[in-house]
């Protein structure tokens, strides 16, 4: 998973979640989305949600996202994502990053 921050609207970051090894360029029910935080420190550590992105969930080949949310300049943010794969669910959460 990768979370991208771009300036505009007071800060927007976006999460996207990438299919690797085997999984690339394979269709399986894929999903992200991102949050901003009500904590301005922290990196790693638990997010409190402030605001949240739209989630992305389908049956994707390479990723899921992007997905964004506003008014993250100044304080944490947040992605979590999962890849449903031969019966298993991989998810991964960031924990705060960005602060």
Known sequence: MTIFYNTSNGGTN????YHKGAAY????????RAYRCTQQ?????PCTVAASS???????????GPRGV???????????????WQG????????????
Do not use: H
Not at 25 to 32: I, K, Q, S, W
Not at 41 to 45: D, L, M, T, V, Y
């Open 14 to 17: 976006s999460a996207c979640f």
């Open 25 to 32: 360029g394979v269709a399986a029910p894929t999903y992200v």
């Open 41 to 45: 420190s922290g990196e790693g550590q």
């Open 54 to 64: 739209s989630e992305d969930f389908g049956n994707y080949a390479y990723y899921a």
């Open 70 to 84: 506003t008014g993250t300049a100044n304080y944490c943010v947040a992605a979590v994502g999962y890849i449903d």
């Open 88 to 99: 298993y669910r991989y998810t991964i959460s960031s924990g705060r990053q960005g602060c």
